[in-house]
């Protein structure tokens, strides 16, 4: 991907030897464990929010069910006429 082949090209460019101390490699570490986390958690997120996505709206028999609740029976079907 772009992205591996960015820092791939930061750490052989920022290659340390034996003539010198290189803080843009510190730097290029950093970078890089920056970037994985913001990619794990993007993956985390699209995971959890496929799980977890509402699915519109329910009716109210629905959600009491989901808490393991039963609506009373009205008498006489839907109203309380006789």
Do not use: D, M, N
């Amino acid at each position: 991907t772009k992205a591996y082949r960015y820092f791939a090209q930061g750490y052989r460019a920022e290659r340390v030897t034996s003539e010198k101390l290189c803080r843009a490699q510190h730097e290029l570490h950093f970078q890089a464990a920056t970037y994985l986390c913001l990619l794990r958690s993007i993956r985390e997120h699209v995971a959890l929010h496929q799980e977890f996505h509402g699915k519109g709206e329910r009716s109210v028999e629905e959600s009491a069910g989901l808490v393991g609740l039963k609506l009373p029976q009205q008498p006489g079907g839907k109203g309380w006429e006789p």
